[in-house]
């Protein structure tokens, strides 16, 4: 069996039996170029990888090796975590006879506290969008994103469907991160600004795709690549020093959620995490906050 096959196997039992997200088996096929670059550099034979190969890719990777950047700790670690995978599911398999990253552990990652902004900041962003029709489309692409804390694939992938604007309207995410479904209530805020943008959707040359909610204006869907274009080229004209990405906006989200006193727990069901520990990074405090703290102390 050659290693391309053997990837298009891992490939097909995540998607069909482990049933893994699009982004995720996208994630695991890239970590695994890297590594099918690093074995081709070697003359290496997949099923012939012992211990030391995998020691070798992690420290050749770490310098920089088989990408266009040196990546983080992180990255590293992601990608050592998908070779395991790989190995495990050839060895179950009876590819191999052993997993060669049996004892070997991940590098240490520094978890690193997500940037977020001020609600009044995301605000000012918000509501200096243009009246236009596409001002429209994008104001209420922006909101959804900070008010539902979606992601952008999210936000591409909803449907009329997704959305319940009557009774206790919300925004249903179907097969979101980790394929988990889930439904976030829309405040009046931000239900208004979507009514705005649907009333002049119409606008927009609809085609086969015309049940998606965001469309461009040849009528296909949103592209992921659109959205964070759109959000830097409105941020620029509010905070011309800023960088704010799409995923600032879902840090701000659960950073305002927590700091207004939501629990941690609907902050975690709210985003879709699967953990709880992925959802406590946002359990920063700001300097404020500390400065109050240790002002307790002061007679």
């Not at 705005?196 to 296909?220: A, C, M, N, W």
């Not at 905070?239 to 700091?259: C, D, G, N, W």
Request: aromatic share 10%; glycine share 4%; proline share 4%.
């Amino acid at each position: 069996m050659e290693f391309v096959e053997a990837v298009e196997r891992f490939k097909d039992n995540m998607e069909y039996v482990r049933n893994m997200s699009f982004n995720t088996i996208a994630a695991y096929l890239s970590d695994l170029h890297h590594f099918q670059l690093f074995l081709e550099s070697h003359n290496t034979d997949f099923k012939e990888v012992k211990r030391r190969d995998i020691e070798l890719f992690v420290k050749e990777y770490s310098q920089g090796k088989y990408s266009r950047k040196r990546p983080s700790a992180t990255t590293v670690s992601r990608n050592l975590s998908t070779i395991r995978s790989f190995y495990t599911f050839l060895y179950i398999s009876g590819t191999v006879g052993k997993v060669p990253t049996e004892l070997i552990k991940n590098p240490k990652t520094r978890r690193r506290i997500p940037d977020y902004i001020s609600h009044d900041e995301v605000m000012k962003i918000i509501s200096s969008f243009k009246e236009t029709n596409l001002g429209k489309r994008n104001k209420a692409i922006v909101a959804v994103m900070y008010f539902c804390g979606l992601r952008v694939s999210e936000v591409c992938k909803l449907r009329l469907g997704d959305l319940r604007m009557g009774n206790s309207p919300a925004v249903r995410i179907l097969s979101g991160k980790g394929n988990r479904d889930r439904e976030v209530p829309l405040n009046d805020q931000v239900l208004a600004i979507i009514e705005d943008y649907l009333q002049i959707r119409k606008d927009f040359p609809l085609s086969e795709y015309e049940d998606h909610v965001f469309i461009g204006t040849r009528g296909e869907p949103m592209a992921r690549n659109v959205i964070p274009k759109v959000l830097n080229t409105q941020v620029k004209l509010v905070y011309p020093e800023k960088r704010v990405t799409p995923h600032i906006f879902r840090h701000s989200f659960a950073t305002q959620l927590l700091q207004k006193g939501a629990s941690i727990k609907t902050v975690q069901e709210l985003l879709g995490h699967a953990n709880l520990s992925t959802t406590s990074i946002y359990l920063h405090i700001t300097d404020r906050e500390k400065r109050a703290a240790v002002q307790l102390l002061s007679d």
